[in-house]
């Protein structure tokens, strides 16, 4: 007796190097990024949680997606109505992957990708966002640098900052005038705003 066909994947499971955008505009529409050494997307379940944490703050935003990998977070936001993003990650084929998705979704206008170092990026001249998405490789150690190079004029007044972290590790050191407003645990990664 031969076997006709072959299941490649199991039932329900996601293609790799994919995933898909939670609300707005774009709600529903697939995101393909590369794959890239520590390229780690926001699960799902918590960008949901971390935009139902930010549904006042979003609408006419300018965000900065520092680390920004697969561009999910930025991605979005502009989906839900921030007027900018400016994504930022150090990895070429990032960088052209998020550049082709933002033109494939007719979202240029509003939308700038630099493919740079995040902490070198932080030493340009800096102009204020509302709301900033850390989310670096776990393994890099950045984080706590980043959030110490955003205080030179990178955030506007009443900022909103989202870290992502490895949950057994918790938060660095915050910059004096930063406090944690919400923060969950999803498996092994932790959340904070």
Same mark, same amino acid.
């Given at each position: 007796?031969?076997?006709?066909?072959?299941?490649?994947?199991? $039932?329900?499971?996601?293609?790799?190097?994919?995933?898909?955008?939670?609300?707005?505009?774009?709600?529903?529409?697939?995101?393909?990024?590369?794959?890239?050494?520590?390229?780690?997307?926001?699960?799902?379940?918590?960008?949901?949680?971390? *935009?139902?944490?930010?549904?006042?703050?979003?609408?006419?935003?300018? @965000?900065? /997606?520092? *680390?920004?990998?697969?561009?999910?977070?930025?991605?979005?936001?502009?989906?839900?109505?921030?007027?900018?993003?400016?994504?930022?990650?150090?990895?070429?084929?990032?960088?052209?992957?998020?550049?082709?998705?933002?033109?494939?979704?007719?979202?240029?206008?509003?939308?700038?990708?630099?493919?740079?170092?995040?902490?070198?990026?932080?030493?340009?001249?800096?102009?204020?966002? /509302?709301?900033?998405?850390? /989310?670096?490789?776990?393994?890099?150690?950045?984080?706590?640098?980043? @959030? $110490?190079?955003?205080?030179?004029?990178?955030?506007?007044?009443?900022?909103?900052?989202?870290?992502? @972290?490895?949950? /057994?590790?918790?938060?660095?050191?915050?910059?004096?005038?930063?406090?944690?407003?919400?923060?969950?645990?999803?498996?092994?990664?932790?959340?904070?705003?």
């Amino acid at each position: 007796m031969a076997r006709i066909g072959k299941k490649t994947a199991e $039932a329900g499971a996601k293609p790799a190097n994919r995933l898909r955008i939670i609300g707005g505009r774009w709600r529903g529409v697939p995101l393909q990024f590369p794959d890239v050494e520590g390229l780690r997307p926001t699960p799902d379940r918590v960008r949901e949680t971390l *935009f139902n944490w930010l549904q006042f703050q979003i609408r006419g935003a300018r @965000c900065l /997606d520092l *680390f920004a990998g697969s561009g999910a977070l930025g991605i979005e936001a502009l989906s839900r109505g921030a007027e900018y993003a400016a994504f930022v990650d150090r990895e070429p084929r990032a960088g052209q992957r998020l550049t082709q998705t933002l033109a494939r979704l007719g979202a240029t206008a509003n939308a700038a990708v630099y493919v740079e170092e995040a902490v070198r990026f932080l030493r340009r001249e800096p102009q204020p966002f /509302d709301v900033v998405f850390l /989310d670096p490789p776990f393994a890099s150690g950045l984080l706590a640098e980043a @959030c $110490a190079a955003l205080e030179a004029g990178w955030l506007a007044r009443e900022a909103w900052v989202y870290i992502e @972290c490895p949950a /057994d590790a918790g938060l660095p050191a915050l910059p004096a005038g930063w406090s944690v407003h919400r923060t969950k645990r999803a498996g092994q990664v932790g959340y904070h705003l």
